[in-house]
């Protein structure tokens, strides 16, 4: 068995933790000595994480091998509460256990069998539109659309988002034209729905951002990139949601 | 006795049909119920006594809640009356046969507050007695008001009832309940959750569970309440299966797409098992009234659905929404296997009493207990259901939630994609 040792920030490791919960409550990484990735996909097969998570975003970090550590979220969760924001937390592998060392807590919760926990296969996505949008707007738009329907249908122009929602009876839309965006690229119209309870919940975990970068094309994923921890590239925990689209019936 | 005072058939078209064709358009006759239900209750003199056996029955009902009135019920006769509440017995009854039965149970009311079944009177604690019994209990109630004659209660959750009076005094006679259900009843530290899945687990039957739950006979002491008939069925068939679909979500997938079909009297039921992680939805489609020029036009399809992990709100649907999720929970933990589930169910027009969950709940399991089609895709099993529906499948399809998230709206389908 592989030693493992690593110290990360709670603030870190509680976004970490929140974005995976999101789509799932177990999780496998995949320790290398450069760092950790995960990669989950939610039981419906509709969301998809996948996460790197370099060694430089550790405050310390060691490893003599190569190793998969399944893990139960949700306990990580919960073991991380009994902290301060300002604290580190310290993560070591002991056994069929993984350890935690928090200011003047210790406490080991079981790891889960790797077998009983699978690493999917992440489809090649890949859109050359995308508009980047402020967080705040983006969820006060699919907040809007909540109580309409259980989809979100977005229409990106060169010049405009739009997020729009209907029922039979009711109808909800955000509109942000070009100078409320803080990016955008695109050539044509391109249109594509998303359940709404997801991309929400997605977009919710996103705690550090402050922009939401959402690539897609007609009837095709949505891709939210993000980005959090330092701002070094070597230093900044990186990767991607994918969502599938709804059909239009 | 009378029926609800809705229905109203011109004589004529009686006199015409005389029970034999349901010209009126309901599913039964109510004069045949009324001449069976007449008929079960001979032995009885129309008066303020009441004597009889009662299977055990206690009806709990929801009117100025939390101040509410129970009700002791029985019918007029002796002897093993058991399979009155019996609602794995009721399925394979004439519709006729079971409402007079069911209207046969007459019922003495005494009010309470909810809360008094965590520290019951005597009154209340005989009557929770009297519900957890495990033999029908020989009860003679002195009532305030001459029996006969009141409204029927025709409830679409609860199984119709035979008319009450307020009570005067009762004197039960009850017998031992069930050892696992005195064993739940005494622990007054186990949770009313547990408590149900500890009686599930031990092979009481829900119907009992959910009678005990609504007598507040089970859970935490000074948590216990008295809860409404209707809603305390609605309450059991969900913590059952949520702990029963919880257990089964970690099984082995079932290999193929599994199909049942069953045609009852006035109904289609339908499932679909489905190889994937628990998702489940439950659809019916009412057609319009007993009106027969509109058969199969303007039937409005209403659908409630859930991910792998469950709802957060109550299912608009109502309580069969739990009911066949209990049957669908039951199947795959028979099997020791997991999936997903589709269930949907025609109505059509004449089937316009409302029985009660029950009648869902017993023809799901009658419906998962039948031989299956298997097939590779979900578009199979839809094309196959399509020589049985009224509605047009393509209906059905457009307004499933599995369907399309199996299908159309999940990301293998872009595994093989090249960008």
């Not at chain 1, 939210?224 to 990186?238: A, D, R, T």
């Not at chain 2, 009678?211 to 309440?225: F, V």
């Not at chain 2, 009852?264 to 009234?289: A, C, K, Q």
């Amino acid at each position: 068995m592989t030693m493992l040792k690593m110290t990360i920030s709670l603030k870190n490791l509680k976004e970490i933790a929140d974005l995976l919960n999101t789509v799932v409550t177990e999780a496998k990484f995949k320790v290398t000595p450069e760092g950790l990735s995960v990669k989950a996909v939610d039981p419906a097969h509709v969301a998809m994480v996948s996460m790197e998570i370099p060694r430089g975003a550790f405050v310390e970090y060691t490893t003599d091998g190569e190793e998969e550590l399944a893990i139960d979220v949700e306990r990580v969760k919960s073991v991380i509460k009994l902290a301060s924001p300002n604290d580190l937390v310290t993560m070591s592998r002991d056994g069929g256990k993984l350890r935690f060392e928090i200011s003047t807590i210790v406490k080991s919760i079981s790891l889960l069998d790797n077998n009983s926990v699978t690493t999917p296969r992440v489809p090649q996505i890949n859109s050359e539109s995308y508009v980047v949008v402020s967080k705040g707007n983006l969820e006060r738009g699919l907040k809007a659309a909540e109580d309409v329907s259980d989809s979100i249908r977005l229409t990106l122009n060169g010049q405009e988002l739009r997020a729009r929602s209907v029922s039979d009876s009711e109808e909800s839309e955000m509109i942000l034209p070009k100078d409320m965006l803080k990016e955008i690229k695109c050539s044509q119209t391109i249109k594509s729905s998303y359940p709404l309870e997801y991309l929400l919940k997605l977009v919710k975990s996103l705690s550090s951002a402050e922009d939401i970068k959402l690539s897609f094309k007609d009837d095709y994923p949505l891709t939210i990139e993000f980005k959090f921890g330092q701002s070094k590239e070597s230093e900044s925990i990186s990767g991607n949601f994918l969502l599938a689209p709804r059909m239009e019936q | 006795m009378t029926l609800s005072g809705k229905i109203q058939i011109p004589a004529s078209l009686c006199m015409k049909c005389r029970g034999g064709k349901l010209l009126c358009g309901l599913s039964y006759c109510p004069i045949s119920v009324k001449l069976m239900a007449k008929k079960m209750m001979e032995s009885h003199k129309p008066g303020r006594t009441l004597e009889g056996s009662s299977p055990p029955s206690v009806f709990v009902g929801r009117y100025g809640y939390p101040k509410i009135n129970i009700y002791p019920s029985s019918p007029p006769f002796h002897g093993d009356t058991s399979k009155l509440e019996k609602t794995s017995e009721w399925l394979n009854m004439g519709m006729e046969e079971f409402l007079s039965m069911r209207l046969s149970i007459f019922r003495g009311s005494t009010p309470v507050e909810v809360t008094q079944a965590a520290d019951p009177g005597r009154l209340f604690q005989e009557i929770q007695l009297m519900a957890i019994s495990g033999k029908p209990v020989e009860v003679d109630m002195e009532l305030e008001k001459p029996i006969g004659g009141q409204d029927v209660i025709l409830d679409e959750h609860a199984s119709p009832m035979g008319p009450s009076s307020p009570l005067k005094r009762i004197s039960i006679d009850y017998g031992a309940p069930d050892h696992h259900i005195e064993k739940a009843y005494s622990d007054t530290d186990l949770k009313a959750a547990d408590a149900m899945k500890y009686l599930y687990s031990s092979g009481i039957q829900v119907d009992r569970i959910s009678s005990i739950i609504s007598i507040g006979a089970l859970g935490e002491k000074k948590r216990r309440r008295a809860v409404p008939t209707r809603w305390a069925i609605t309450a059991s068939d969900k913590s059952i299966s949520d702990s029963l679909v919880k257990e089964i979500r970690d099984y082995q997938q079932i290999s193929s797409f599994e199909v049942y079909v069953r045609p009852t009297y006035g109904n289609l039921f339908m499932g679909i098992l489905t190889p994937s992680n628990w998702i489940y939805e439950w659809g019916e489609s009412w057609f319009p009234g007993s009106t027969w020029n509109q058969w199969g036009d303007h039937a409005e399809i209403e659908l409630d659905y859930e991910g792998y992990n469950f709802r957060k709100d109550y299912p608009d649907i109502g309580g069969c929404y739990y009911s066949t999720r209990l049957a669908v929970a039951e199947k795959f933990k028979s099997m020791r296997r997991r999936g997903g589930a589709i269930t949907w169910r025609e109505i059509y027009p004449g089937f316009n009493l409302p029985v009660g969950v029950w009648h869902v709940r017993e023809n799901m399991r009658a419906l998962f207990s039948s031989e299956p089609m298997r097939f590779g895709t979900l578009q199979e099993c839809v094309r196959y259901l399509s020589d049985f529906t009224q509605v047009p499948v393509e209906n059905w399809v457009r307004k499933s939630y599995v369907y399309p998230t199996l299908t159309t709206n999940n990301l293998d389908r872009f595994l093989e994609m090249k960008s």
